[in-house]
């Protein structure tokens, strides 16, 4: 599992690469955000650790407890098996730290009370919240991110609306002259 940089020469957080603009695209997990993360004072509870047996690109599932909300792992889409946590007190601290982000491509929440589960998920700013769940995705639901996790969505009708662009045409049939265009009609 990977996590893309923003440019071909710059990497996150001061790691720069050919001056060719040539260099990797992909920055290992491990390699930055995981060890950012413990520099940081995260834990890493389990995982963190390449795949045996494939490339340098495939991280186990990782669980990182994190002591803020300003943690690496916290901060970047880590387009990875990695999941932080963080201890909160109360709901509107829990959607605080959700929302404190530059990023909102998917939320989870856990609870056995629907309507909190209802008024959590209204209040989270993400493409996708699940519920008692993760991951689940149809071709049927649209699915996309808030802020800097793109624009637009895939997948049902909405995904269609990215290809179009709306267009009112007026036509007035009459013989006669037209009258004043200023006076609705």
Not at 74 to 90: H, K, R, S
């Amino acid at each position: 599992m990977i996590w893309t940089t923003r440019s071909r020469s710059e990497g996150p957080k001061g790691v720069h690469f050919s001056e060719t603009g040539h260099g990797p695209t992909l920055v290992l997990i491990h390699g930055v955000g995981l060890t950012a993360a413990r520099a940081q004072g995260a834990e890493v509870v389990f995982g963190g650790t390449p795949v045996t047996g494939l490339s340098d690109h495939y991280v186990q599932p990782t669980l990182v407890l994190a002591n803020n909300p300003k943690v690496e792992t916290m901060t970047v889409e880590m387009f990875g098996p990695v999941m932080t946590l963080i201890p909160f007190d109360t709901e509107a601290e829990a959607i605080a730290l959700a929302n404190d982000s530059a990023f909102g491509l998917g939320s989870g929440l856990f609870t056995r009370d629907l309507a909190r589960a209802h008024r959590v998920s209204r209040r989270i700013r993400s493409g996708i919240t699940w519920v008692n769940t993760y991951r689940a995705i149809s071709p049927v639901a649209p699915f996309g991110g808030f802020n800097q996790s793109g624009y637009g969505r895939e997948a049902d009708k909405e995904a269609i609306l990215d290809y179009t662009r709306v267009k009112t045409t007026w036509i007035n049939t009459s013989d006669a002259p037209m009258g004043n265009p200023f006076v609705m009609r």
